[in-house]
């Protein structure tokens, strides 16, 4: 094929690890690589959550492409994916376009509202850097309102998180951890402050183990959290939600709504004609998408169906890491014509670990071995800082590592 373009779409962590492996597999007379992504970082999707509730700055979490990647080795355009138009081997940015050979379509996840009225309105996501920082200034701002009114507003010290899945759990271990400093900084006592998850499953976590789900719950409603399960998010306005429960509606006054319900691919994946379910390319054993041989996919735009059970499994970025070994593997295969077999990519699933806060987690790893407490917070840690160690060595582990492990 001569010199083949490849061309890698998004720098996250199933596209940025792709292209940190080919930049070490491949030389520049083998191929040329190009990584597209619309800002000039790659970010810790894992810790927007931190982000957002303002215990973790968000500088902490972005990486500049540049201290990833090789300049010299690899083209990186700063540039907005508007459409992949797969029949011509071409994808068109806003500012231009690209032609390849190999494409890694990598483009991360957008917030599915399931049609609730008013959540893309007025709720917040915790989908990037600057909507994680947007919700940390707007939790601030009403607490800084609440006493600057003559009439006191109690919507403004309440919180509502929509969805008791990973994101949302997360994000209010680290509310509570945050709430009684911006109560001390704002003059607000904490009893004052309200914040309420709303989930219309019987429980929390619902794919976790049930000592777990209850661990959790209890750490956080000890701290002030509301669960509300069994309810159904019905609208959201600038100033209140509703909610229903048992076939009764209720009102909750309050300016800031999370919605932490559910996530789906980019929609650029949907729209650009590749073979989908809800948006994920159900990518074949080696990570292509069916019916073209030169596309790969990675990260929440690849639906990997677990052989023995024959259901999907969850976009995690552990499984976007573990995939970018297959892809590249697979990629360099092609161009150096090792071999008419590709790799096929097994999810080694070790686990999973659920912030609490800092020195707070549950986490089921190795084979259901349960973990709590300070113990799971420290090996939430670990896996933070092994990822850091994985994709920028020993530098990247040292100006982002989270080594104070007890705060």
Not at 77 to 103: A, F, H, M, Q, R
Not at 138 to 155: I, L, Q, S, W
Not at 308 to 331: K, M
Not at 347 to 352: I, R
Request: charged letters at 25%; a negative charge.
């Amino acid at each position: 094929m001569g010199k083949p373009h490849i061309v890698i779409l998004g720098a996250g962590y199933g596209g940025i690890m792709t292209a940190v492996k080919l930049e070490k597999m491949l030389s520049g007379q083998e191929a040329t690589l190009t990584l597209v992504n619309k800002y000039d970082y790659h970010y810790q999707t894992t810790w927007l959550h931190e982000n957002a509730a303002g215990t973790l700055h968000h500088d902490r979490s972005r990486i500049p492409i540049k201290d990833i990647m090789n300049m010299q080795k690899t083209e990186f355009v700063l540039d907005t994916v508007v459409s992949i138009k797969p029949e011509e081997k071409k994808v068109k940015l806003e500012n231009g376009e690209l032609l390849y050979d190999i494409l890694v379509i990598g483009l991360g996840f957008e917030a599915t509202t399931f049609g609730t009225p008013g959540i893309e309105e007025h709720a917040f996501t915790i989908r990037n850097i600057n909507s994680a920082r947007l919700i940390k200034e707007h939790v601030e701002y009403n607490f800084a309102m609440y006493h600057h009114e003559d009439e006191k507003n109690p919507g403004r010290l309440n919180i509502v998180v929509g969805g008791g899945g990973l994101t949302g759990i997360q994000f209010l271990g680290e509310l509570v951890n945050r709430i009684p400093e911006l109560c001390e900084e704002y003059d607000i006592h904490k009893t004052m402050v309200r914040i309420i998850n709303i989930e219309r499953s019987p429980t929390v976590l619902s794919d976790f183990d049930k000592q777990l789900v209850e661990y959790a719950m209890n750490s956080l409603e000890s701290r002030g959290v509301e669960f509300i399960t069994d309810a159904t998010l019905k609208e959201c306005a600038s100033d209140h939600v509703i909610y229903e429960k048992d076939g009764k509606r209720v009102e909750i006054p309050t300016y800031t709504t999370i919605w932490a319900a559910g996530v789906h691919a980019n929609s650029i994946v949907e729209k650009s004609g590749f073979e989908h379910h809800q948006g994920s390319i159900k990518v074949s054993h080696d990570m292509r998408a069916p019916d073209y041989d030169d596309v790969f996919a990675i990260g929440d735009c690849a639906m990997i169906i677990n052989r023995d059970t024959g259901e999907a499994y969850s976009p995690t970025a552990q499984i976007a890491i573990q995939a970018s070994d297959t892809v590249a593997n697979n990629i360099r295969a092609l161009i150096q014509e090792e071999s008419e077999e590709l790799e096929t990519f097994e999810p080694k699933l070790l686990g999973t670990v659920v912030s609490l806060g800092h020195t707070d987690a549950i986490g089921d790893i190795l084979n259901n071995r349960k973990i709590f407490g300070w113990k799971a917070a420290l090996m939430k840690k670990v896996i933070d800082n092994r990822y850091l160690l994985k994709l920028g060595g020993f530098n990247l582990l040292i100006r982002k590592s989270k080594f104070n492990i007890f705060n």
